[in-house]
């Protein structure tokens, strides 16, 4: 009875692929950052839900290889989504492992899908390593490489146009048939359109994603290269040692304006002297003060006297002097005396 109570309360396929849907839809429209926790969590929780559901799926063996999509029933058709489900998922994983892991744990997952939807002619289109393979060794064909490369890049242009195409009128019709199947209001022939056409939408996604990732992951290695052959460059052991270098002109400048000027002062006037008084060589401080205070105030005062006397005689004459030659100025007119030549 407990075993049939667990049995009971474990979750259906159809409720973990439904759920995983909804969370992945909700972190698509979500407006806050794919790095942010709130988002991690649902992509986590997502992935977790996915990957019951895979193992529940390989369990109950649903599907076989040599069948054809048409063989399988109406309900079962969406559980072919989902590793193409796992691989958009797991591209949006941040932070908890390297890139370069995740993004080959997302090819992985999408080459499973298409490999199965391939097998099951769910549509028309041609395999990505099918696609890239082409006979390197034949040397007629490594002959014309760049026009090859021009004709495979216009082709695959015009596919990627083709694909855009069909997946915007893929999910036109499936917008309209959305509610119906979801209400369960939907007849089997309906169902049926809905789980094809939405595999149809995730066989274009999973093409594009692919290629993306393929370029990625070549840019990815490229990087880890580089660094690599940079970080063995510059080893420690092997670069040469920094030699240290001056300006000549900074050096002239610290030896007259800087600290290396070499007679900068030690030492104060004062700190001098003390020194010098603590050696005995001279008298105190205030004593040289006193002493040098006396004779120093009387020669100064017994040479300030004659300058001052020589100074107002020097100014009298001067006086006298301009007052002379305004007198004459008044007496004889501007240019008398200067006229021997005026005929």
Known sequence: MASFTEEMQKPKLRELLETGIELLEEVEAATQPTGSKPIQEKVRKALKLLEKASDMLSQLDLFSSNEDWE??????????????????????????????????????????????????????????????SSPEGNPAATSDAQEQNLVA???????????????????????????????????????????LLQLRRWISISLDEIESIEQEIEILRERESLGETSASRSSPEERPPLKPF????????????????????????????????????????????????????????????????????????????MQEWDDWKDTHPRG????????
Do not use: C
């Open 336 to 343: 008398y005396g200067n006229r021997q030549n005026m005929g």
């Open 71 to 132: 063989e399988i029933a109406s309900a079962d058709l969406k559980y072919l989504m989902l590793p193409a489900l796992k691989g958009a998922l797991t591209l949006k994983l941040v932070g908890s492992s390297k890139r370069l892991d995740l993004l080959q744990d997302a090819r992985e997952h999408f080459m499973n899908f298409l490999t199965q939807t391939h097998n099951y002619h769910v549509a028309d289109f041609q395999l990505p390593w099918a696609q890239s």
């Open 246 to 321: 001056v300006l000549t002109r900074s050096v002239a400048q610290a030896q007259v304006f800087g600290a290396g000027y070499p007679s900068l002062a030690t030492m104060t006037v004062n700190d001098w002297y003390e020194q010098r008084q603590k050696s005995e060589v001279l008298p105190p401080l205030q004593e040289a003060e006193k002493q040098a205070s006396t004779p120093e105030t009387l020669t100064v005062s017994e040479q300030e006297e004659p300058d001052l006397e020589q100074k107002e005689d020097e100014d009298e004459n001067a006086h006298h002097r």
């Open 153 to 195: 890049m216009a082709s695959q242009r015009q596919t990627k146009i083709q694909r855009y195409k069909q997946k915007k009128a893929v999910e036109q019709r499936l917008s309209s048939l959305k509610s119906a199947v979801e209400s369960g209001q939907a007849d089997d022939e309906r169902v049926r359109e809905y789980y």
